[in-house]
């Protein structure tokens, strides 16, 4: 019977991706991915990565993280009233119009659902279109609510600092005294896939297959829900790794203290509501301390009296290939000492054949690299540096067809 029920739930599960903000999201991605590559051809005439590089990041560790903190919410016997799961897929389909990826973190989607939900069930309003079985309004529907709250919490900052960290991308922008300077820019989105316990039979009637259960005479279903989280961060005084790493460490904490105290709402439900605008007011300050904290760092990618600065690198590039990284510094080129990157690239003409290179690493310590260049190479050896105002004259430069580095 365990087992023939086993079948029938791996069964269902092809079914459950219906909901409409699974397809969604993937669109939402590929959108952000299009959009990155547009703007990096246009700073630099090249792309970092490819335009379907956020759609690659979109599920496979939100899948993970999801089917672990699945077992904490079906084992804590967290029962989600289906109200809330409806109203935050509005929110993060509201939020993801105005394109600020930050407001896709779970306080503003789930959180704003939280105060939504207690408004709508203390009001005995029901939303249209959907047949609620959640129980009749009491203050024991909030803390699961405030709990989900800080799980989802959790899991933004593990993928924060699991994955926002790679393929940060490169910018160009106006520093303060008007030079340009280059920064790194976080934008990602993740879908969480998470089992909840939902009240009632909603889903029995079109779902025959839909494992349903009932305690103390209330009926309960088990719901695989698609929840967004979106993360925006730009970087300019520090390597992006180190400053998207401990983002993630402090959002982990963040929610690590919200999950603790949203065990007080167990005992008195009211400070559920409060433990619910903590979360979207620290949320919002960790933000707030994370961008001025930035604002007052110096510029860590800025044109250097004495060599270029690495700002990016192109994947499977004979920069990549050499071992080069973001944050390193080119010194001499050839046995040439460089400046700016109009010199790099004379430099480089001095023997096109093979390429030299003396680089400071982001310890400051001196190395050597060198490799043969090969027709088909990119001509750029795909560095990106920050860029004079004037834009150099590209046919001077080119070793290999321009049209290298025009696909997606």
């Given at each position: 019977m365990a087992l023939d029920w086993g079948f029938e739930f791996l069964k269902g599960l092809e079914r459950l991706f219906l909901n409409p903000l699974f397809y969604y999201l993937f669109i939402v991605a590929a959108i952000m991915g299009i959009s990155r590559v547009k703007r990096e051809r246009k700073q630099f005439h090249a792309r970092v990565k490819?335009?379907?590089?956020?759609?690659?990041?979109?599920?496979?560790?939100?899948?993970?993280?999801?089917?672990?903190?699945?077992?904490?919410?079906?084992?804590?016997g967290l029962v989600i009233p289906i109200e809330t799961v409806i109203l935050a897929?509005?929110?993060?389909?509201?939020?993801?119009?105005?394109?600020?990826?930050?407001?896709?973190s779970p306080v503003y989607t789930v959180g704003l659902a939280f105060f939504a939900t207690l408004f709508i069930l203390s009001k005995k309003w029901s939303l249209p279109l959907i047949e609620s079985h959640t129980p009749e309004w009491n203050q024991s529907i909030l803390p699961p609510i405030a709990a989900l709250l800080g799980i989802l919490i959790i899991a933004e900052g593990i993928l924060i600092f699991r994955n926002g960290r790679k393929g940060t991308s490169p910018k160009l922008v106006k520093g303060k005294r008007g030079m340009r300077v280059g920064v790194h820019e976080v934008k990602r989105l993740w879908m969480l896939p998470l089992f909840l316990i939902i009240p009632g039979e909603a889903l029995q009637a079109p779902f025959e297959w839909w494992p349903v259960f009932s305690i103390g005479g209330q009926t309960y279903s088990i719901v695989l829900v698609p929840f967004a989280i979106g993360y925006y961060q730009q970087i300019q005084g520090r390597l992006p790794v180190l400053a998207v790493k401990q983002a993630g460490k402090n959002v982990i904490k963040f929610g690590a203290v919200l999950t603790c105290l949203s065990i007080a709402g167990y005992w008195y439900p009211p400070a559920s509501i409060v433990i619910a605008a903590v979360a979207i007011i620290g949320r919002e300050l960790l933000s707030m301390r994370q961008r001025m904290n930035e604002d007052n760092l110096p510029f860590y990618f800025s044109q250097r009296n004495q060599g270029v600065m690495i700002l990016g690198v192109i994947p499977d590039s004979p920069a990549e290939k050499m071992g080069l990284d973001v944050g390193e510094v080119?010194?001499?080129?050839?046995?040439?000492?460089?400046?700016?990157?109009?010199?790099?690239?004379?430099?480089?003409?001095?023997?096109?054949?093979?390429?030299?290179?003396?680089?400071?690493?982001?310890?400051?310590?001196?190395?050597?690299?060198?490799?043969?260049?090969?027709?088909?190479?990119?001509?750029?050896?795909?560095?990106?540096?920050?860029?004079?105002?004037?834009?150099?004259?590209?046919?001077?430069?080119?070793?290999?067809?321009?049209?290298?580095?025009?696909?997606?």
């Open positions: 490819n335009a379907y590089y956020e759609l690659r990041q979109l599920l496979p560790l939100g899948l993970g993280i999801g089917l672990i903190l699945s077992v904490v919410t079906i084992g804590a897929a509005l929110f993060t389909l509201f939020w993801s119009l105005t394109t600020n990826f930050r407001f896709l080119v010194s001499k080129v050839n046995g040439v000492m460089i400046t700016d990157e109009e010199s790099f690239y004379e430099a480089m003409q001095k023997n096109r054949a093979h390429c030299k290179l003396e680089v400071f690493d982001v310890n400051d310590q001196v190395r050597f690299v060198q490799r043969a260049l090969y027709e088909g190479d990119h001509y750029q050896l795909g560095i990106l540096f920050v860029q004079d105002e004037k834009l150099w004259d590209d046919e001077a430069m080119v070793f290999v067809p321009s049209h290298h580095n025009k696909s997606f």
